[in-house]
């Protein structure tokens, strides 16, 4: 028996009509906002991915920021020199460091898969749509970016998404509160087990599911960032919050939002919809204005945000939110006689040129058996091929639909089809 597959994906011709759809909606909102699509390599230099991840983590020495990376391992030396890509910004801004002049802008989109190891090291592969404004760090580029977001999930139907908003601070306001936070971590040390010990030092904003019933899970009853925030980014932020209000898309602050990279800065959101009767995290971003300097040696502000295409359309496809496929007009053609295969690609040809899909039996069948497998296909028309008529000059179409059946003059067969389609679609 063949095992399913878990935890990869393998999309069959049922579901992919649906991802195009979904794929199409994006890049037509993506495309009014003059956003490019950017192809990202799946393979990563593991090393790039480690001086992006850790850039902005606390003490190099901590591991947990790297645990969720797929690494792949050199079979002569056991170094992991690639890795599959857990994310793309990283990527994005070392694409973008080699083109970006001062004072440009460049907004970017990508999409594909990308791979982590979650619990128990089990790999996983998932299916994520990254959006990214390079080069400004206004107030008006990062709502611009927030709004585009919530956009995009109600152009997919998602008419109950909601935003939820956090503030990572600058530099100035996270000083005083990793000094504190650490504190607090040393003194609470006992109420933790060591992993989330160390992956909360290492980064104090990362996302902790932790199963161990003894362990905290959180640092909801210590240090906040939100109450250190400094003047500049409590007025930003109040900014922020006005200019959501105002283009109508609820919000609701959450000073314990975390992410589990730890390149943000500022502004950081997710966007939060119902999923079989639960809030769900569909996706989220964030201000990360540091990161290039640290990595690419280049200032490049930015801000982006992803969607988790996986669970999006996990939440389309429960709500019926694929319409229903339109039948196309497709034509079956077969052959009861051998030796036809130049006649039956030609025909092919012929109906190609005036975009009519076909199907073409590879096989010399019993008519009754090809007549089921065109039913079978949907196919409401078949040119049925024979020598004896050939040699007449005629063909045979079947029209499925009627149950009847006409030879026809070879010469007139693109014509018959191309009227028969016209008479099914009017």
């Known amino acids: 028996m063949v095992q399913e597959p878990q ?12 991802w195009k759809i979904l794929e199409e909606k994006i890049e037509k909102v993506l495309s009014l906002h003059d956003f490019q699509e950017i192809r990202l390599s799946i393979l990563q230099d593991s090393q790039i991915l480690e001086n992006g991840i850790m850039a902005l983590v606390q003490g190099k020495e901590a591991d ?6 797929l690494s792949l391992a050199n079979p002569e030396d056991k170094l992991s020199l690639l890795s599959l890509r857990p994310e793309g910004t ?5 694409n973008t460091a080699r083109i970006a002049n001062p004072g440009d802008i460049h907004r970017f989109y990508y999409s594909g898969p990308m791979f982590r190891k979650v619990d128990n090291n089990q790999q996983m592969e998932f299916y994520q749509l990254g959006v990214e404004l390079l080069g400004s760090d206004s107030i008006l580029s990062e709502n611009e970016v927030i709004d585009l977001g919530i956009k995009l999930c109600k152009t997919l139907g998602l008419n109950d998404v ?3 908003l956090n503030s990572y601070g600058c530099s100035n ?12 971590l040393e003194e609470h040390k006992s109420e933790y087990c060591l992993s989330c010990y160390n992956e909360l030092s290492a980064n104090p904003f990362s996302q902790v599911h932790c199963k161990d019933p003894k362990c905290k899970k959180s640092l909801a009853e210590g240090p906040l960032i939100h109450n250190y925030l400094c003047k500049s980014c409590k007025a930003d932020f109040r900014k922020v919050k006005s200019i959501q209000a ?17 390149y943000y800065n500022k502004t950081v959101f997710d966007f ?18 540091y990161l290039s300097s640290l990595i690419t040696g280049k200032n490049i502000p930015a801000v982006g945000f992803y969607l988790n295409l996986d669970t999006i359309f996990d939440i389309m496809e429960s709500q019926g939110l694929f319409a229903t496929k339109d039948p196309e007009f497709v034509v079956y053609i077969c052959a009861e006689s051998p030796n036809l295969e130049t006649m039956t690609l030609q025909i092919a040809q012929e109906l190609h040129s005036q975009q009519v899909k076909t199907i073409i039996s590879p096989e010399c069948k019993q008519i009754k ?8 296909n949907k196919c409401p028309i078949m040119i049925i091929l024979r020598e004896d008529n050939l040699r007449e000059g005629k063909v045979l179409i079947r029209n499925l639909v009627k149950e009847e059946q006409n030879y026809i003059s070879l010469k007139d067969t693109l014509s018959t089809i191309l009227l028969a389609r016209k008479s099914m679609q009017s």
């Open 64 to 69: 947990s920021a790297m645990k969720g990376v």
């Open 90 to 94: 990283i990527s994005v801004l070392h």
């Open 272 to 289: 939060i919809a119902q999923n079989a009767g639960k809030e769900t995290v569909i996706g989220g971003g964030g201000r990360y204005d």
């Open 246 to 262: 105002n283009l109508g898309n609820q919000y609701k602050v959450n000073p314990l939002l975390n992410k589990n990279f730890a």
């Open 7 to 18: 935890d990869f994906h393998e999309f069959m011709p049922n579901e992919v009509w649906k």
């Open 173 to 184: 306001c996270r000083r005083p509160f990793f000094n504190d936070l650490h504190k607090y």
């Open 369 to 376: 058996e090809e007549i089921a497998i065109a039913k079978q």
């Open 162 to 164: 909601r935003l939820e």
